[in-house]
């Protein structure tokens, strides 16, 4: 039984990937193949800066996330902490799923250098403020929306709607991680009643426990690295931001900066709409020319906007995917090594911390 749920499940994102793959040639065939490679050439060399960019973007996150670290992790070094980075980000390129699956692999691949309970506090706290400043963004690329762009009355009445639900998503976050509120915990638990989620969440609990309550504590207990990793985190949708103005205006589109914050609060909204869709092919892109469109951009250079974002997150996934194979075949080689004989060896590598006489704690 088990077994066919997961073939279910495994037929249901391959279809949707082959739907939106459909809708995405849909798209550009529609739009024209030909105007579409004209707005490409006039981006031209500034997709490698684009692609540049997203590498700073790739540093500032690798940043934001080392802040997180509640234990000493003077043995993880920058260059493995941003090849985990990548890794896991290539895999969240694949939806929610791959979401779920790239945190995995980026506490799998710290290796021995960090314990796995400070590896998971460290995803869980991280990926928590990312939420939080995204949602922060989204909101007030909404608001932004409503004061500037020429919407009609449906569509101002929607973006009020979605404005004000978020705000309050916004709002009770941030006065449950001042309080101590556990409301993750909590809704799970309140999920977990129900009768065919129960075994589901009940393996679950502890996870959601331990992860919610060092979110919890963890501005009070490292206050500094609290607002670092917040303000690093609203550094890289700042620099989203600015990798949107750009390419508009390598296209020779007259759209001010507040036109490109509000472009990427909106376009946040249609990423957490293409969630459930494996890697958001289609939706993100059409998404982007209907956006484009309400601003007075026309649609075509909105889907190539979404093409060149793309493509900047296609080759950050390819490094992403080469690293992550770098690491996992040295890590295996080092397991291969250390099953001699040289017991001392073994032991040392075991250790997470020695004390001053040499013995391990």
Known sequence: MTKFRFLIRISLRFFA????????????????????????????????????????????????????FMCDIKGLSWSRSLGTQLASDAMGQLGLAGKLLGEGIRISLLGSTVPLASGISACAIDGG?????????????????????????????????????????????????????????????????????????????LTIDSAEHNLLTFPREAPTAFWVSLMLNLLWHGLAVLEVYLVLRFMGARTALIGAFVLEGLTKVINLVGALN????????????????????????????????????????????????????????????????????????????????????
């Open 17 to 68: 990937a082959l739907v939106g793959l459909g809708l995405l040639g849909y798209l550009v065939f529609r739009t024209g193949p030909g105007v579409v490679w004209k707005q490409l050439q006039a981006v031209g060399w500034g997709l490698a800066l684009i692609i540049i960019l997203g590498g700073f973007s790739q540093l500032v996150k690798t940043c934001a996330w080392r802040q997180t």
């Open 278 to 361: 494996p890697g958001n092919l289609g939706t993100y892109e059409g998404g982007n020319m209907l956006i484009a469109k309400i601003f007075g951009v026309t649609g075509t250079a909105g889907l190539t906007l979404a093409l060149c974002r793309r493509t900047r997150a296609v080759f950050w996934a390819g490094v992403g995917a080469i690293c992550m194979t770098v690491m996992k075949r040295g890590d295996w080689t080092k397991k291969i090594e250390v099953k001699g004989d040289d017991k001392d060896q073994f032991s040392h590598r075991a250790c997470s911390r020695v004390a001053s006489n040499g013995s391990c704690k």
């Open 129 to 205: 403020l990312h939420t939080l400043t995204a949602a922060v963004v989204t909101v007030l690329g909404i608001i932004s929306a409503l004061l500037f762009a020429p919407l009609s009355g449906g569509w101002r009445v929607y973006g009020l709607l979605l404005a004000a639900a978020l705000l309050a998503v916004v709002i009770l976050a941030a006065v449950a991680v001042a309080n101590g509120w556990p409301l993750m915990g909590n809704a799970a638990r309140g999920i977990g009643r129900l009768r065919w989620l129960h075994n589901w969440v009940s393996g679950k609990q």
